[in-house]
């Protein structure tokens, strides 16, 4: 199987599990990945209006490959990610 095929693999089997606890969820659900993971997850996040977050914590590197200087260095790329997609992050709704 390529990485192509996992990948998608991957996203089928979170959305699934999201799918499922949406309904039940008694509280916000928060997406977000570890590494590398970080970037496609938190694009998944933002189109699924769910919680998200951006940090030093999650990831040190930006979608480019290069180390962050900061948390603000990655919360910018986050947000150019977004508004890549069409949508002004500034304007979309908080996130809870």
Request: one cysteine or more.
């Amino acid at each position: 199987m390529g990485m192509r095929s996992s990948t998608c693999n991957v996203r089928g089997r979170v959305w699934g599990l999201i799918s499922e606890l949406s309904p039940a969820a008694e509280a916000p659900l928060l997406l977000h990945g570890e590494g590398p993971a970080s970037w496609p997850l938190l694009l998944m996040a933002f189109s699924r209006d769910l919680s998200m977050r951006m940090g030093l914590e999650d990831v040190l590197h930006l979608p480019d490959g290069t180390t962050a200087e900061d948390n603000a260095s990655l919360v910018r790329a986050a947000r150019d990610m977004i508004e890549s997609m069409g949508t002004n992050a500034r304007t979309s709704a908080p996130q809870r």
